[in-house]
């Protein structure tokens, strides 16, 4: 059984580093029929049961039974559900990575180079781990440097900001 452990490890790590390369076309979302031919699960659950099996024929004694087998073959099926289950789960969110003016509206921001009404100047604003400068206006007389904003509006590319006020207590 030992040698059946190892080629399912060995397997299933192959099919797992050769998907590595694939596009994610679709794999398996058929229906509940579909599993029996989905990728993820068979790599992902030979993995489990070539590496479960493994470490118990190689860590306990006397694991040469049936229990031992059907022991592997939970864990093995388990992780080809639980891989193919969260693949699809990932796959349905939408990778969204540009920044809309409208997603700056409420954001705070620190103000880089001097600002009034109508004079513009820049804020820096951290959106989504980046951070952005954009010019901006004062909706309420001047901002010097290192003045704390919040975004309140966006006209075309020019944004429109008032100080932070701190929390009253």
Known sequence: ???AYLFCLL???MLISLSLNDDGSGDGEGGPLSLLFSTPFWSFGLTGFGLSGLLMQLLVRNSAGWVSQLIALTIGGGMGLAATQLL???????ADSLVRSDDLIGLEGVVTLAMDAEQ???VE???RGTLLRRPALSCKGALAP???VVVV???DHTLRVETLQPPSL
Do not use: P, Q, W, Y
Request: glycine share 12%.
């Open 153 to 155: 509006a966006s006209d």
């Open 125 to 127: 604003l951290s959106v």
């Open 1 to 3: 059984m030992l040698n």
């Open 146 to 148: 290192n003045t704390k």
């Open 11 to 13: 397997a299933g790590l």
């Open 88 to 94: 699809r789960v990932i796959g349905r969110r939408e």
């Open 120 to 122: 513009r100047g820049f």
